[in-house]
């Protein structure tokens, strides 16, 4: 299986996925802690997450599955919503949290 059939069912096969650095218990950068953060605040108990700078593969071909430069990427109910600073905005302005309610 090819790294981007790899990514396709990860992200089909979760509710709410997280392409990070790290994992949430030990976020190894500053934005992928913040989207762990922005998750927990709105509510979400149950995130599938996959550390990306356990498997160059999958850090290199998340950018291209999304066409997407940066990590971390938050993907709802298989679709991609984005990174940190865009997680952060629609959690102010509540989308967010419709989006992972639907």
């Known amino acids: 299986m090819?790294?981007?059939?790899?990514?396709?069912?990860q992200v089909e096969s979760h509710p709410v996925v997280l392409f990070m650095k790290g994992t949430p218990q030990?976020?190894?950068c500053g934005f992928s802690a913040s989207v762990v953060e922005?998750?927990?605040?709105c509510g979400v108990r149950e995130v599938h997450t996959v550390n990306v700078l356990e498997d160059p593969e999958i850090r290199q071909g998340i950018?291209?599955?999304?066409?997407?430069?940066?990590?971390?990427?938050?993907y709802v109910n298989g679709?991609?919503?984005?990174?940190?600073?865009?997680?952060?905005?629609?959690?102010?302005?509540?989308?967010?949290?419709?989006?992972?309610?639907?």
């Open 38 to 41: 922005v998750l927990k605040a």
């Open 26 to 28: 030990f976020p190894q």
């Open 79 to 102: 679709e991609f919503v984005g990174g940190a600073d865009i997680v952060r905005e629609m959690a102010q302005t509540g989308e967010l949290q419709k989006m992972l309610e639907a």
């Open 2 to 9: 090819d790294v981007q059939q790899r990514i396709k069912e």
């Open 63 to 74: 950018k291209d599955y999304a066409n997407w430069p940066t990590i971390p990427q938050l």
